[in-house]
Every structure is written in structure tokens, then in C-alpha cells.
């Protein structure tokens, strides 16, 4: 059965909960009946179609995915999250030290999930650097004083020193 069917109001319904329209990748027409809803095991939701138009059959997936918030730089300007230059802060502050490419590449995923985790749009770029911080001194201390000399700008051997007795001390 082509064009208008009945059941079509139910489709309707289901649309207006999903809150879209579906167009139909053969004719464009941007109706659609569902005919079938099911979930995935990722929490998604797919939806069997037909167009309202041309009678093909098409499915829908609506998956819930984790985006990463956008980082709030200090003077206010908004960049994406970018895992590579991070990467490279990490690595320079980590050479010749003890700490493997798998460490890293978990610290940094780490960092990722946790701003993931937040739910929010925008996070300073402050909660991303106390974030790997945080992770450096717990995977190696000489590491974490390189990266605090630059992110703490600890450019001065009296506030160096006071960062290591707290280091000590700790
Ligand atoms: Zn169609």
C-alpha cells in the first residue's frame, strides 16, 4: 500500500515525541510512518520507516553519543578540545622519564572521559590543565614538576622549591 495508510497518525505521533522529521533518502519527501521501533544495546533507538510518498522502506538510528565540552582558552576565546596538543605538553614534560606511550595515551583518555562525563558545554581550559596535573603526579613526579614549571608558571626557584617541598612533604 502506497500514499496515505492508516496507522499513519500513530507515525505522526512517534515523529513529533523524537522531535524531527525523517526525509526519505530515495525520494527526499520528508515524511515518513514508523512501523517498527527497537533499541540497541548501546541505548540507541531504531526506527523502521516508510515513506509517506514513495512507499520505500528505510530505518532510522538515534544514538546517544558524548561529545566533548568546548574549551574556554584564559582570554575568553572558545577552541575544541584537542587531544594531540595536549599530547604534546604531555610527552615533552615525560621524556626520558619512566612512563610508557600506554600511560600517556591513558592519562590523556582520562582527561577526554572526564570532561565527557561533565555533560557540559564548556569547561576553562584551567579544569582541563588541573586534570592533567592532577594525573602527572601520580604517574611520576619529575614529569609532573616540568609540566607545573610551564601550567603553574613556576618561573621562579623559590616557587619551584615550594612545589617540591609540597611534593615531599606530601
Ligand atoms: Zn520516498
Known sequence: MKGKVPGNAYGKQQEERSGFNMR????????????????????????????????????SLERPILSTPLIVKADGAREEFNREKLERGVRIACAKRPVSAADID??????????????????????????????????????YIRY??????LDDLQSLRNEINRLLAG
Open 24 to 59: 526519505c533518502p530515495y525520494c527526499q519527501f520528508d515524511d515518513s510512518k514508523v512501523i517498527d521501533t527497537s533499541h540497541d544495546s548501546h541505548g540507541g533507538i531504531r526506527r523502521r520507516r516508510e515513506c509517506l510518498k514513495c512507499g520505500q522502506r528505510f530505518s
Open 148 to 153: 607545573a614549571i610551564v601550567y603553574l608558571r
Open 106 to 143: 591513558r592519562l590523556l583518555g582520562q582527561v577526554e572521559t572526564g570532561l565527557q562525563k561533565m555533560g557540559k558545554a564548556e569547561v576553562s581550559s584551567r579544569v582541563v590543565g588541573d586534570m592533567v596535573i592532577k594525573s602527572l603526579k601520580e604517574l611520576d613526579q619529575i614529569a
